[in-house]
């Protein structure tokens, strides 16, 4: 774990950096999120956690889509706007992480040397679909942030990454605070728009 030492510290200050960006919808954010999961692609694969390996390679391709929507997307050359899903998309989101989260941890378990294969997946999956929703700025990413990083602390310190436990347990805290300030900024976005 010590070769990874270096590393994992940039890759921890970067991924601090990242989510003080998104948090202020600063699209530099993006940029640290792309050099930091880069960083996060080998050191996961090189202690057998192969889901997260995978989710940062995703994550590396999701920074330039959150840049571009950030930048571009939406109704206007502004960027899209921040909005909030209804029962119906969280219920599907949800039942989708469950399902897949079951059928890689399944087939992890049987044909890898994975560890913690079930907790591995369901913390990709539902990675995978919260980091979908910052991209689009939907509100209630922060509240599914807050569930994914509980679980990857006991998922980090169990493999030894302390650097990672100390990261998500400080992107716990600030997925509080980011909820709360986007949920301000939306009321406010309402209000102007009135």
């Known amino acids: 774990m010590f070769e990874w030492f270096g590393l994992e510290t940039v890759a921890v200050i970067l991924g601090i950096a990242?989510?003080?960006?998104?948090?202020?919808?600063n699209s530099?954010?993006?940029?640290?999120?792309?050099?930091?999961?880069?960083?996060?692609?080998w050191i996961f694969g090189d202690v057998s956690l192969y889901m997260?390996?995978?989710?940062?390679?995703y994550y590396m391709v999701m920074a330039v889509y959150g840049w571009?929507?950030?930048?571009?997307?939406?109704?206007?050359?502004?960027?899209?706007?921040?909005?909030?899903?209804?029962?119906?998309?969280?219920?599907?989101?949800?039942?989708?992480?469950?399902v897949l989260s079951a059928i890689s941890g399944y087939l992890l378990s049987q044909n890898t040397d994975a560890r913690m294969p079930y907790i591995d997946s369901f913390t990709t999956w539902g990675s995978v679909i919260?980091?979908?929703?910052?991209?689009?700025?939907?509100?209630?990413?922060?509240?599914?942030?807050?569930v994914i990083d509980a679980v990857s602390i006991f998922l980090y310190i169990d493999r030894e990454l302390y650097q990672t436990v100390g990261l998500y347990s400080i992107y716990l805290v600030l997925a509080v605070?980011?909820?709360l300030a986007w949920r301000k900024a939306y009321f406010q976005q309402r209000t102007e728009s009135s």
Not at 130 to 135: D, I, L, P, R
């Open 28 to 41: 530099l954010c993006w940029y640290c999120a792309f050099i930091s999961t880069g960083i996060y692609i």
């Open 68 to 98: 571009y929507q950030w930048q571009k997307g939406g109704n206007s050359s502004e960027g899209i706007k921040l909005s909030c899903w209804g029962l119906k998309n969280h219920l599907l989101a949800i039942g989708l992480v469950l």
């Open 177 to 179: 605070i980011g909820y």
């Open 52 to 57: 997260e390996s995978g989710l940062n390679a």
């Open 130 to 146: 919260t980091t979908f929703m910052v991209a689009r700025k939907i509100v209630e990413n922060w509240l599914y942030w807050i």
């Open 18 to 25: 990242y989510l003080l960006f998104a948090m202020r919808e």
